[in-house]
């Protein structure tokens, strides 16, 4: 029997410090025999997330080991949340043609057990895409940050920062619809814009403003009831001189770190965390899992009326990603980064 072969992104190195696309090298590699309760699909959509950096770096804490039982090594082919069209199934649940969504390998085809997948469903019209860019880790994570972690309540003032990224964004959208005002923190005046589109009141250029912390507080004149953070660093700092009392601060990302090695710049206003009585609560979308039909209808239905938007930064091409991963750290990223490879353009459900 002739050896089954994929085009695959292998890591050649550990990521440490700036992020180079060097790290991850095409090549041609076998595909293994499928087992009882494997799934052969052909690759449909990458996503590109921070916390691909993080696995990159090759370090034992992250959060990889949880999602597939393992760590990453050099020579490994690089994993992260995709679409997949089933090819072959030796799971009774999937069918050749099934659309499903999970960490799998970046690989233009690849054989992952079907537990660690999740059916995507057809006949609803909606853009394939949607189930990275909203339907995903990436709508969970906004939602249940907001209601499980900071539990907003209407008329709060809500700060987001990263409002541009894929998450921000969704933030923003999530909170404005719930009776929030909503304050962005974004780079340069197109975020900006957009985060006002997506529902947030003001908006602060933080690429433009020489003092974060008074941009801020001019902004929330009576304070920050709740902070999404997707940065950490000297963002969190700034934050925490402009919470009201008993806020809440909802860690979704730490962006400022993922490049930083060894300098990683510490939290220096903790005393505000004292005096202020605020709670400062991390969190990984993926333990309100059970949760998500909830969250999904939700954003289901503010994608409908137009509260929130599918906006992806689409490039197409498994030899496409290495690069293209690398606009996420340098801000330049306009939407949820994904890489197109098995699906047709703007292919529906």
């Known amino acids: 029997m002739t050896q089954r072969t994929t085009r695959a992104l292998i890591v050649t190195r550990p990521a440490i410090g700036t992020y180079e696309p060097d790290v991850l090298r095409l090549e041609e590699r076998a595909l293994p025999e499928l087992g009882d309760g494997d799934l052969h699909l052909e690759v449909l959509y990458l996503s590109l997330d921070p916390t691909n950096r993080n696995w990159l770096k090759l370090e034992e804490a992250n959060t990889l080991r949880s999602k597939i039982g393992r760590d990453l090594h050099v020579g490994d082919a690089m994993v992260g949340e995709i679409l997949g069209r089933v090819i072959e199934s030796r799971d009774p649940a999937y069918v050749p043609g099934d659309i499903v969504a999970g960490v799998g390998e970046w690989q233009e085809e690849t054989v992952v057990p079907a537990a660690r997948m999740r059916p995507v469903p057809k006949g609803g019209g909606e853009l394939l895409a949607t189930h990275l860019t909203i339907f995903s880790h990436i709508g969970l994570a906004a939602a249940s940050g ?16 990263a409002a541009g990224g894929a998450t921000g964004r969704l933030a923003v959208g999530i909170a404005a619809a719930h009776g ?35 941009a801020i507080r001019a902004a929330a004149p009576n304070g920050v009831d709740v902070y999404f953070d997707n940065v950490g660093g000297p963002t969190l700092d700034a934050a925490l001189m402009s919470m009201a009392q008993g806020g809440r601060v909802a ?7 993922y490049d930083a090695g060894e300098d990683r710049v510490g939290v220096k206003n903790m005393f505000q965390v004292l005096i202020r009585e605020i709670r400062i609560q991390g969190f990984l979308a993926q333990r309100y899992w059970e949760k998500r039909h909830v969250y999904y209808d939700e954003l289901r239905g503010l994608l409908e009326s137009g509260r929130i938007k599918h906006i992806a930064d689409e490039s197409v091409g498994l030899e496409t990603a290495p690069q293209q991963l690398a606009t996420l750290f340098k801000g330049a990223n306009k939407g949820k980064l994904i890489v197109r490879i098995g699906a047709q353009a703007d292919e529906r459900l």
Do not use: F, M, R, W
């Open 146 to 161: 907001l209601h499980e972690i900071a539990k907003i309540q209407p008329g709060e003032t809500v700060l987001v920062s």
């Open 180 to 214: 929030c005002t909503v304050i962005a923190i974004a780079g340069g005046p197109e975020k900006c814009a957009e985060a006002i589109a997506s529902g947030a009141t003001a908006a602060i250029d933080y690429k433009a403003e020489a003092d974060l912390t008074s």
């Open 251 to 257: 860690v979704c990302g730490v962006l400022s770190d």
